[in-house]
């Protein structure tokens, strides 16, 4: 596809299940991101790949909260034990630099 | 760490005014994008500024980026209902762009 592509688009999960967003650049994008979006707040970092290089985790709320970028394409953000504070959409981008960041259409995440 | 801060975080307009959302770096930024996000979408980019002063049209929107490229604004003439949405600002350093908060537009008609 022409653009960034994520899924599920909507999730709804049980407190203490673990969950796994998935996140499809585009093409040839070397760099990577992922963000946290709560109702009406700005984006939060959460994690950051580029290449071969070992990811920036610093943006990570907590151990419960992973990810990985396999074969420099397709990422997976892995929650696991949610908590009724995890919902919130998880938006990834994708970009050849720091440069202009194009959004998937991200993932609505609703914990029960 | 970089922070950016956004103001105003929400801006209630007359359709036909002008306003402007204004962005503040507590560093030195080496360029700063801007991002608009419709409700229920996600963002898009708008715009990127590099250069120190640097003023970009798009045309009802103007860009500006500070002289100490700390801080930016954009200003919306003439404001329309297709103007409706969050608007993010983005400071560039290294590799990571940290977001605003965001200016959230609702235009009376």
């Known amino acids: 596809g022409a653009g960034v592509s994520q899924s599920p688009s909507n999730k709804v999960t049980e407190k203490g299940k673990d969950v796994e967003l998935r996140c499809d650049p585009i093409s040839g994008h070397t760099a990577l991101y992922w963000y946290r979006q709560s109702l009406g707040q700005g984006l939060e970092f959460l994690i950051y790949f580029q290449g071969n290089s070992a990811p920036d985790k610093s943006g990570l709320p907590s151990d419960r909260f992973s990810a990985e970028r396999t074969g420099g394409s397709v990422s997976t953000l892995t929650i696991q034990r949610t908590q009724q504070e995890d919902s919130a959409v998880y938006l990834c981008?994708?970009?050849?630099?720091?440069?202009?960041?194009?959004f998937g259409p991200g993932t609505r995440l609703l914990v029960l | 760490g970089q922070q950016v801060m956004q103001i105003p975080q929400y801006q209630h307009v007359q359709e036909g005014e002008d306003f402007t959302t204004y962005c503040n770096s507590s560093?030195?930024?080496?360029?700063i994008q801007w991002y608009k996000q419709r409700p229920g979408g996600h963002p898009v980019f708008l715009i990127q500024?590099?250069?120190?002063?640097e003023v970009k049209k798009q045309k009802r929107l103007t860009f500006q980026f500070g002289e100490a490229k700390k801080n930016s604004s954009l200003h919306i003439t003439a404001t329309q209902t297709t103007d409706v949405g969050t608007y993010f600002c983005a400071g560039s350093s290294d590799y990571k762009l940290s977001f605003g908060a965001g200016t959230t537009v609702t235009v009376r008609a």
């Open positions: 560093t030195t930024l080496s360029n």
């Open positions: 500024l590099v250069k120190s002063g």
């Open positions: 981008a994708s970009s050849w630099t720091v440069e202009t960041q194009y």
